[in-house]
T-cell receptor, first 113, second 109 residues
C-alpha cells in the first residue's frame, strides 16, 4: 500500500484565497483524522471521520474551515477565506478500527501571505 | 498543566549512547503512541501500546499504567535517529489524541 497520500505538499497563497487540501487514506482504514501542526501549539486535532461520517469537528478553528469525506478513499479540508494565521502543516492520518496503528501522511505545508 | 508532559525537551547524545525519553500523563488512557518526526518531514508511528513493553529493532517502548508513565529507549543511537519524538495519549473518548510537546533528539557522530 502507498500509505496515506496528501496533496499538495506545499501551498503558498494570498490572504483571502480559498485553499483545498486533499487526503487519500490507506485502503481499509475506517478512521480518518485531520491535524494541524504549528510551532506555537504543536499538533492539534481538527476533525475526524469514522466510515466517512464526521464524528467530532470541535477542533475546527472557525467557520472558515470545512472538511468532507465523500467516500472511503478521499477527504478534503477547505479553508475559505484563508488568513496568515492559518499557515501551518496540515496532516492527514488514517487508522483501522479504534485500536489500530495510526498512519500519517507527509503533510501539506500551507503558507498564507 | 499539560495533560501530557515529555522530558527532556532537548537531548544531545553521542553516537552509540543509550537514550531514554520520558512521557507522563494525567488522564486515564486506552493507548499511548510514540511518534517520530524528522525535520521538515512527515510523522511516523513508532509504537502504540496499552500495557507492558514493545520492541522494534533498536527501539523499546514501555508503559506503566498505574504510574501513568511511558519511556522510549533507543539503544546504540545513530545520527539518523536525530528527530523529534512525540508522545500522544488516547483517552478513548471522542478518539482524540493529546500530544506532548515533543523531544528534540540530536545524535552526534
Amino acid at each position: 500500500d502507498a500509505g496515506v497520500i496528501q496533496s499538495p505538499r506545499h501551498e503558498v497563497t494570498e490572504m483571502g484565497q480559498e485553499v483545498t487540501l486533499r487526503c487519500k487514506p490507506i485502503s481499509g482504514h475506517d478512521y480518518l483524522f485531520w491535524y494541524r501542526q504549528t510551532m506555537m501549539r504543536g499538533l492539534e486535532l481538527l476533525i475526524y471521520f469514522n466510515n466517512n461520517v464526521p464524528i467530532d469537528d470541535s477542533g475546527m478553528p472557525e467557520d472558515r474551515f470545512s472538511a468532507k469525506m465523500p467516500n472511503a478513499s478521499f477527504s478534503t479540508l477547505k479553508i475559505q477565506p484563508s488568513e496568515p494565521r492559518d499557515s501551518a502543516v496540515y496532516f492527514c492520518a488514517s487508522q483501522r478500527g479504534n485500536t489500530g496503528e495510526l498512519f500519517f501522511g507527509e503533510g501539506s505545508r500551507l503558507t498564507v501571505l | 498543566k499539560n495533560e501530557v508532559e515529555q522530558s527532556p525537551q532537548n537531548l544531545t547524545a553521542q553516537e552509540g549512547e543509550f537514550i531514554t525519553i520520558n512521557c507522563s500523563y494525567s488522564v486515564g488512557i486506552s493507548a499511548l503512541h510514540w511518534l517520530q518526526q524528522h525535520p521538515g518531514g512527515g510523522i511516523v508511528s513508532l509504537f502504540m501500546l496499552s500495557s507492558g513493553k514493545k520492541k522494534h529493532g533498536r527501539l523499546i517502548a514501555t508503559i506503566n499504567i498505574q504510574e501513568k508513565h511511558s519511556s522510549l529507549h533507543i539503544t546504540a543511537s545513530h545520527p539518523r535517529d536525530s528527530a523529534v519524538y512525540i508522545c500522544a495519549v488516547d483517552s478513548g473518548s471522542a478518539r482524540q489524541l493529546t500530544f506532548g510537546s515533543g523531544t528534540q533528539l540530536t545524535v552526534l557522530p
